[in-house]
């Protein structure tokens, strides 16, 4: 029986405890606060600020876990690599942890040592060099901390009268210590998608079928699977998935994110971890979801196929207002459909967006996933947090 210290004990986290459960491993979650999600299922938990480098000694020290799991990005990552010459085994690895926690490094690698296409993009440190930035990528362009995820401090800047703005609103929703910011060329793309991307102790590098998803403010709304795409796009993507995961290195599934437009396939970023959009796997769309698949990958099972079973669609549910002691109402709407099902994460406070349950919906191979996606989002939208 393994030890899984799991960083981070989102929503995420917590269907990633209920497989391991499942298999008779022992999970230890860790977050900032108490009672958060993972926490809820998980054999022990560990509440401490992971952005503190000592307290993370102090825990490893402690639990001696066979695997060390991030589940959040907000890690002091440098010192996955000190762990790792210690014998512990970091999913998938302190590179891909590290790297992918700073835009800079990620990008960096991807655009120039591996030379997958991206968007244009600069770097900028202060307002000044941000409108320079501006001036040689030109308008519309996208400013994003480097520290930060889920959308956080991330605006598009359509004028010039939006670069201060887009900096300020940057330094408000950058997480790390350092005040950079990417900027880079608006993709007008035609959809955008998470390709999850399943690497293995083996060396067999699996994929499954591709998530397509919509973005508000820069956090996923719904996401469906299949994305219906050209064979051509897919493969690309494929490919570039498989380079950038082989040069981070390590075995557990990411999520990566790309954008498909008229002039081709653009890499954007990826997650070493679940992602996101693939909680529509929760609907049973797979042989197996992603957090099995992630689990499967870490303990060296062997995973020798991923099928799609049903065509599937997932769409968040949101707070609208603060709150310490939430409750749903419309939940008996999602009971009362067909091929319809529903996640409430146990978050114990509400703020204005934040995602507190995911709405699932399916239906056979041969649906239309337009109305699947459809009924998600229908169903969604009548629960109120309350
Ligand atoms: N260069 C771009 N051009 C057009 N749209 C963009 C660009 N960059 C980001 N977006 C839009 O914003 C969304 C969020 O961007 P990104 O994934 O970089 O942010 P994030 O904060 O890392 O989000 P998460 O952590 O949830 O994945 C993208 O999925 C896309 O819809
Ligand atoms: N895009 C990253 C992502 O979806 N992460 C998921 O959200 C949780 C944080 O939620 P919170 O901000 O509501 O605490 C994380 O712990 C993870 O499960
Ligand atoms: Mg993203």
Redesign the pocket.
């Known amino acids: 029986m393994a030890k899984i210290l799991l960083l981070g004990a989102g929503e995420l986290g917590k269907e990633f405890v209920i497989a391991a459960q499942r298999i008779g491993q022992i999970v230890i979650a860790v977050d900032s606060y108490t009672n958060a999600p993972a926490m809820q299922v998980a054999h022990d938990f560990e509440v401490i600020n992971m952005l503190d480098g000592d307290a993370l000694d102090n825990l490893i020290k402690k639990h001696q876990p066979d695997y060390i799991v991030p589940e959040i990005?907000a890690i002091r990552t440098e010192r996955l690599y000190a762990y790792e010459k210690q014998g512990f085994t970091v999913i998938p690895s302190a590179k891909a942890a590290n790297f992918t926690m700073n835009?800079k490094a990620i990008r960096d690698l991807a655009a120039k040592e591996l030379g997958l296409k991206t968007?244009t993009y600069r770097y900028a440190t202060s307002a000044a060099e941000l409108a320079e930035a501006v001036s040689e990528i030109g308008m519309p362009?996208?400013v994003?901390p480097l520290m930060?995820?889920?959308?956080?401090g991330?605006s598009?800047i359509k004028n010039e009268a939006d670069i201060e703005k887009a900096w300020k609103y940057s330094q408000e929703g950058s997480r790390g210590d350092v005040a950079e910011v990417i900027v880079?060329?608006?993709?007008?793309?035609n959809y955008?998608i998470t390709l999850l991307t399943v690497t293995q102790k083996s060396g067999k590098t699996l994929f499954c079928p591709p998530i397509g998803?919509r973005?508000e403010r820069?956090?996923?709304q719904e996401s469906w699977q299949p994305a219906t795409m050209e064979a051509v796009h897919l493969k690309i993507a494929q490919d570039m998935a498989a380079k950038v995961t082989k040069a981070l290195g390590g075995a557990g599934i990411w999520g990566v994110?790309f954008?498909v437009g008229d002039d081709g396939v653009y890499f954007?970023?990826l997650?070493p971890r679940p992602?996101?959009t693939g909680m529509v796997t929760l609907a049973n769309t797979q042989n197996f979801n992603e957090f099995e698949l992630h689990l499967r990958a870490i303990l060296g099972l062997p995973i020798s196929e991923i099928t799609l079973e049903r065509i599937g669609a997932s769409a968040v549910i949101l707070a609208s207002d603060t709150s310490d002691d939430p409750s749903f109402s419309g939940i008996k709407a999602i009971a009362d459909a067909p091929k319809s099902d529903f996640r409430i994460f146990g978050k114990p406070t509400a703020r204005p967006y934040r995602r507190m349950g995911v709405v699932v919906t399916y239906d056979s191979l041969s649906a239309d996933i337009n109305s699947v996606t459809k009924r998600a989002k229908e169903l969604a939208a009548k629960v109120r947090v309350v």
């Open positions: 990005e835009r968007a362009c996208v994003k930060s995820s889920s959308g956080k991330q598009t880079e060329a608006f993709i007008n793309f955008e998803h973005q820069g956090d996923y994110e954008f954007s970023e997650s992602h996101d």
